[in-house]
């Protein structure tokens, strides 16, 4: 038998090739394939979450009230206070509360006279070869690591100035007359609240979530062509969370540059988010300083997570590798789906498909570009 030339060989082989790429443009214009990329990003794309990084999340005493640096002066001298506030309502003392709270605000006031000093005091002239030795020491800091020293009042430096404003607290000279005279702060029923509920935390169940996170998906331009506004995929996402929040009533962390967007839209539908984290330019980031957040808060080892089914398994997976587990709830994209012809709204399904199946390759081999350490 003889053989084919060459020239009907090449032909043959491009007529297979123009075929099956015939045949995938029409699969990728289907309703079928971007689900069933789906199914497998989801089956295959770890989300176990790392146990050395949970340790940060272990507190699980979220509050989205604290405003204080954690770490600061003012936070640890907080610490100090909420710790002898606590040991008076357990030996049922509730009239040294009033005199906690005044010797408090005392340790506040002198807190903030010596940081104020300190800002007026002229800044040290640098040494240029030193300082920059310093900087490349704190640029080779593990982040996280930081900030878990910062909230660790066992630390050296924690511990010290932890006993010496226990101290403050219990010894220093209050009028016990201008005291009795002086009218109630509210904030003191405030704090006696919050007490009761981190005493009861330990007994809540560890599978419940402590907060909603909501990922942008992008702004655009309102109809007047000026105001910067959520686009669609970022509305639909605060349309769910509207729904999430009804039913669970949990802090909301808004995680992007869009979140100050996001706050404004949820405030116009009465729900006030607190927590935003604003820096984040990528997915990475969104999981890296919304964790951050969430840690400096008071950790939260469990969260209700918040986008759309495409973004959702390379999501879970960067926020497992930051220690907390996730519960998803998917939001819809702004195109439907067809039931069986091709369609170009399809495509738009099976286009958010392919962007994220080839980024959960590339974060999972080479791990995630452009994402910065700490905001």
């Known amino acids: ?71 600061s002066r003012l936070w640890i001298a907080r610490q100090a206070y909420l710790k ?35 800002s007026e005091q002229e800044e040290k002239p640098r040494i240029p070869l030193l300082a920059k030795a310093v900087d490349d020491e704190i640029e080779q800091e593990d982040p996280t690591q930081a900030v878990k020293d910062l909230l660790d009042l066992n630390s050296t430096e924690n511990k010290a100035l932890m006993e010496k404003y226990v101290e403050f607290l219990r010894t220093h000279k209050i009028e016990q007359e201008q005291v009795a005279e002086e009218p109630v702060d509210e904030t003191i029923y405030q704090d006696i609240a919050l007490i009761h509920e ?20 992008g702004l655009t331009l309102d109809k007047n062509g000026k105001d910067i506004v959520v686009n669609e995929y970022t509305r639909l996402r605060l349309e769910k969370t509207l729904a999430i929040e009804k039913e669970y009533q949990l802090p909301i962390v808004l995680s992007g540059v869009e979140a100050p967007y996001m706050q404004r839209w949820l405030k116009e539908h009465e729900v006030d988010a607190k927590l935003l984290e604003d820096r984040s ?11 951050l957040l969430l840690q400096k808060k008071g950790g939260a080892p469990r969260v209700i997570l918040i986008t759309d089914r495409y973004h959702m398994p390379r999501t879970r997976r960067l926020f497992a590798l930051n220690g907390i587990e996730t519960v998803p709830v998917e939001a819809p994209i702004p195109t439907h789906l067809t039931r069986w012809r091709p369609s170009e709204r399809n495509y738009d399904h099976s286009r958010r498909a392919n962007y994220e199946m080839l980024a959960t390759i590339r974060d999972v081999w080479f791990g995630s570009s452009d994402c910065r350490e700490v905001p």
Request: overall charge negative.
């Open 84 to 118: 002898l506030m606590e040991e008076a309502i357990q030996n049922h003392n509730s009239e040294n509360l009033t005199v906690i709270q005044a010797r408090y605000k005392a340790l506040q006031n002198m807190i903030e006279d010596a940081q104020q000093q300190e």
């Open 281 to 291: 330019m990528n997915t990475c980031e969104n999981s890296r300083f919304s964790s």
């Open 198 to 217: 981190q005493n009861e935390k330990p007994a809540q169940q560890s599978s419940k979530p402590y907060a909603i996170v909501v990922l942008g998906g």
């Open 1 to 71: 038998m003889a053989k084919s030339h060459w020239m009907v060989r090449l032909v043959q082989v491009a007529s297979v090739l123009f075929v099956l790429f015939g045949c995938f443009m029409v699969l990728i214009y289907s309703p079928f394939y971007s689900g069933w990329v789906v199914k497998a990003l989801n089956s295959l794309v770890p989300v176990e979450v790392n146990q050395v990084a949970a340790k940060s999340q272990q507190m699980a005493a979220l509050s989205e009230h604290e405003s204080l640096e954690p770490g």
